[in-house]
């Protein structure tokens, strides 16, 4: 159950934001390795947002998963950068990332738990 949110400055348009979400659930799921109908995406653009003083793109994304390691933020750290700068034309020093950990027995889904 992997949930994946960006917030940006950057507006998008309409159409490129439905291709966005589809191909950020996408990413996602091959990143984990996990089926994409588990994926949940979030994206919020055009957000009041300021880094280091500027308010040049940036993106703040959240990446909450069950059974994500620490040894594997790094890496993953790498992709999702490379994949945010690539897809959303934020420079890669202007994107931080937050890692979380889930408790499969404190996470919901389906009237239960994972």
Not at 81 to 95: G, Q, T
Request: include cysteine.
């Amino acid at each position: 159950m992997p949930y994946f949110s960006i917030e940006t400055n950057k507006k998008l348009i309409s159409g490129d934001f439905s291709h966005k979400l589809k191909r950020t659930s996408e990413f996602v799921s091959e990143l984990l390795d996990k089926p994409e109908k588990y994926v949940m995406i979030s994206i919020k653009p055009a957000m009041s947002m300021m880094h280091g003083g500027s308010r040049a793109a940036t993106a703040f994304v959240e990446l909450r998963s069950i059974g994500l390691s620490e040894d594997q933020c790094p890496e993953y750290s790498k992709m999702i950068c490379d994949y945010i700068s690539e897809e959303f034309l934020i420079p890669m020093d202007r994107i931080y990332i937050a890692f979380e950990n889930l408790n499969r027995k404190k996470f919901g889904w389906n009237g239960g738990t994972f």
